[in-house]
T-cell receptor, first 113, second 115 residues
Framework: QKEVEQNSGPLSVPEGAIASLNCTYS??????FFWYRQYSGKSPELIMF????GDKEDGRFTAQLNKASQYVSLLIRDSQPSDSATYLC?????????????FGKGITLSVRP | GAVVSQHPSWVICKSGTSVKIECRSL??????MFWYRQFPKQSLMLMAT?????????EQGVEKDKFLINHASLTLSTLTVTSAHPEDSSFYIC???????????FGEGSWLTVV
């Protein structure tokens, strides 16, 4: 059973701080990793994806991937109250010609004004 | 980004009836669509993978005769919950994979309440 673990949380940070969200995965062969944001009662929206080891930055968001340690993280700089949501880590599992996403249970982030 | 539309956004139905949810990729072709179910405060659980023109692949524990999936075109997949029961009440979300870029985008989700 391939697993995606998001065990920390809920997380509360003050406005303007850096929020760090972590995720580990069990399938060493995984190649693609995604972070989704989900507001309460809404569908997930894609924030970032990362394929290569290292950091990938997009605005206030930075995704970090370490395949050797099998973890992927998301940093949110200058956190805003509007960033308060549940953040889902997803790992793409390739099965032959098909692929699917396996999601972690999510981390709920609360940014205090 | 790519747009995936889901309809209806919410639906209330009586126990024992069937309800259909549509998932459309509006500005791209999607050979593969996915159907998820999410109960409150839980993660998304993949129900089935739908490939255009072929039978859906269901995840373990998901009843294919209860959750009928049709993917008749490159832009439309439907999920029909047959003989719905209150325990089927949930947030149903579809996603579609772009052929170019191989990225997955989600629909807005459909809240189903069975009374």
């Amino acid at each position: 059973q391939k697993e995606v673990e998001q065990n920390s949380g809920p997380l509360s940070v003050p406005e303007g701080a850096i929020a760090s969200l972590n995720c580990t995965y069990s399938d060493r062969g995984s190649q693609s990793f995604f972070w989704y944001r989900q507001y309460s009662g809404k569908s997930p929206e894609l924030i970032m994806f990362i394929y290569s080891n290292g950091d990938k930055e997009d605005g206030r968001f930075t995704a970090q991937l370490n395949k050797a340690s099998q973890y992927v993280s998301l940093l949110i700089r200058d956190s805003q109250p509007s960033d308060s949501a549940t953040y889902l880590c997803a790992v793409k599992e390739v099965r032959g010609a098909n692929s699917k996403l396996t999601f972690g249970k999510g981390i709920t982030l609360s940014v205090r004004p | 980004g790519a747009v995936v539309s889901q309809h209806p956004s919410w639906v209330i139905c009586k126990s024992g009836t069937s309800v259909k949810i549509e998932c459309r990729s509006l500005d791209f072709q999607a050979t593969t669509m996915f159907w998820y179910r999410q109960f409150p405060k839980q993660s998304l659980m993949l129900m089935a993978t739908s490939n255009e023109g072929s039978k859906a692949t269901y995840e373990q524990g998901v009843e294919k005769d209860k959750f009928l999936i049709n993917h008749a075109s490159l832009t439309l997949s439907t999920l029909t919950v047959t003989s719905a029961h209150p325990e089927d009440s949930s947030f149903y979300i579809c996603s579609a994979r772009t052929v170019v870029g191989n990225t997955i985008y989600f629909g807005e989700g459909s809240w189903l309440t069975v009374v």
